[in-house]
């Protein structure tokens, strides 16, 4: 049994990631600033599926919940209680998964970024390499890609071209995580994420508005015609490659490593609409746009890397995935 910290438990995947590997046996502490970015009422929704009281919940107050998985309400910023929870618990591993998320939202208010996704993230690193963590996995995103055309997207391409504060806070990451394995010898995998999809999903993503829209008769907006693709990547499949990795702590003369974890099989997003009109049995009206301010036409992982490493492989079609999220999402809703 490992102790591990999951920031972000109170987010789509930390959520799924926390109550695996607690099910799995390990010793789990969940963090989340539990931010009004998107619905808190979804957030603590979430921490209930990890046998949370959310009634008892308030900032810096660790609670131990009923399915082996204990929650603080934390900050990224705040170093001082940070440093306190590393040294109280010397964790064994972490999984740094909280973040500003969001294309859009970065554009209208950019210093929450630097706060969370930097500042933040330099927390996490200074008390990690302090208290000797074993090995450190954190989320980078395939938005580091920006504008490469060639595909599908390798560790070793060029990512010089990031087109949204968001992807450009996430190949900073990168820069700094590599200092630190560099500088401290702290194990550390970067994971670039492949648009994740799946029950428990936030609202902000294109899956949670286009559902939404779709059963209430609303028109969804389309971006770029919709000459879009991207590697939809289910998030049971993303939680196996996460915990296929955390034991593997880069061996090299310098632990640091970069990951892509995706399906693989891009698909188109016309296709994806289709899929879920399939699946709700209602047709889409749609609003058909220009190219979205920060977005890139396509995404597709190759995954041979993680793959090589961990034996990685995508089991969730888009058909079985896409009926998972909407029985999820009509019971959520009490349809």
Same mark, same amino acid.
């Given at each position: 049994?490992?102790?591990?910290?999951?920031?972000?438990?109170?987010?789509?995947?930390?959520?799924?990631?926390?109550?695996? @590997?607690?099910?799995?046996?390990?010793?789990?502490?969940?963090?989340?600033?539990?931010?009004?970015?998107? +619905?808190?009422?979804?957030?603590?929704?979430?921490?209930?599926?990890?046998?949370?009281?959310?009634?008892?919940?308030?900032?810096?107050?660790? &609670?131990?919940?009923?399915?082996?998985?204990?929650?603080?309400?934390?900050?990224?910023?705040?170093?001082?209680?940070?440093?306190?929870?590393?040294?109280?618990?010397?964790?064994?591993?972490?999984?740094? @998964?909280?973040?500003?998320?969001?294309?859009?939202?970065?554009?209208?208010?950019?210093?929450?970024?630097?706060?969370?996704?930097?500042?933040? #993230?330099?927390?996490?690193?200074?008390? +990690?390499?302090?208290?000797?963590?074993?090995?450190?996995?954190?989320?980078?995103?395939?938005?580091?890609?920006? &504008?490469?055309?060639?595909?599908?997207?390798?560790?070793?391409?060029?990512?010089?071209?990031?087109? +949204?504060?968001?992807?450009?806070?996430?190949?900073?990451?990168?820069?700094?995580?590599?200092?630190?394995?560099?500088?401290?010898?702290?194990?550390?995998?970067?994971?670039? #994420? #492949?648009?994740?999809?799946?029950?428990?999903?936030?609202?902000?993503?294109?899956? #949670?508005?286009?559902?939404?829209?779709? @059963?209430?008769?609303?028109?969804?907006?389309?971006?770029?015609?919709?000459?879009?693709?991207?590697?939809?990547?289910?998030?049971?499949?993303?939680?196996?490659?996460?915990?296929?990795?955390?034991?593997?702590?880069?061996?090299?003369?310098?632990?640091?490593?970069?990951?892509?974890?995706?399906?693989?099989?891009?698909?188109? @997003? &016309?296709?994806?609409?289709?899929?879920?009109?399939?699946?709700?049995?209602?047709?889409?009206?749609?609003?058909? &746009?220009?190219?979205?301010?920060?977005?890139?036409?396509?995404?597709?992982?190759?995954?041979?890397?993680?793959?090589?490493?961990?034996?990685?492989?995508?089991?969730?079609?888009?058909?079985?995935?896409?009926?998972?999220?909407?029985?999820?999402?009509?019971?959520?809703?009490?349809?």
């Amino acid at each position: 049994m490992s102790k591990i910290l999951v920031t972000g438990s109170a987010g789509f995947i930390g959520m799924h990631t926390a109550i695996r @590997l607690a099910a799995d046996g390990h010793q789990i502490t969940g963090l989340d600033n539990l931010n009004t970015y998107y +619905s808190v009422e979804l957030k603590m929704a979430r921490l209930k599926q990890q046998g949370i009281d959310t009634s008892q919940v308030m900032y810096n107050k660790e &609670m131990t919940g009923t399915k082996g998985i204990s929650f603080i309400q934390l900050d990224l910023t705040d170093s001082e209680h940070i440093e306190a929870l590393f040294e109280k618990h010397q964790f064994d591993y972490v999984i740094h @998964l909280a973040a500003q998320a969001g294309v859009r939202y970065s554009i209208e208010n950019p210093h929450a970024y630097i706060d969370s996704n930097v500042k933040g #993230f330099l927390n996490i690193l200074e008390a +990690s390499q302090r208290n000797k963590v074993k090995h450190l996995v954190y989320a980078s995103s395939s938005s580091v890609y920006g &504008m490469n055309d060639k595909v599908p997207f390798e560790e070793t391409d060029t990512t010089e071209t990031q087109v +949204s504060l968001y992807a450009a806070t996430k190949k900073a990451n990168e820069a700094i995580a590599h200092s630190y394995a560099s500088v401290h010898g702290l194990p550390l995998t970067g994971l670039r #994420f #492949f648009t994740v999809y799946g029950p428990w999903g936030r609202p902000d993503m294109a899956l #949670f508005k286009f559902t939404k829209n779709i @059963l209430a008769g609303k028109p969804i907006d389309v971006y770029n015609e919709g000459n879009l693709s991207r590697d939809f990547t289910y998030v049971d499949d993303i939680v196996e490659g996460i915990v296929q990795l955390v034991p593997k702590k880069p061996v090299a003369t310098l632990p640091y490593a970069i990951y892509n974890i995706g399906n693989g099989n891009p698909v188109k @997003l &016309m296709d994806f609409i289709a899929c879920l009109e399939k699946e709700l049995g209602k047709k889409a009206i749609l609003n058909m &746009m220009p190219m979205q301010l920060g977005d890139v036409e396509k995404t597709w992982a190759s995954t041979c890397a993680l793959q090589d490493l961990t034996g990685y492989k995508p089991e969730i079609t888009l058909d079985e995935g896409m009926k998972n999220f909407v029985a999820w999402y009509n019971q959520y809703n009490n349809r």
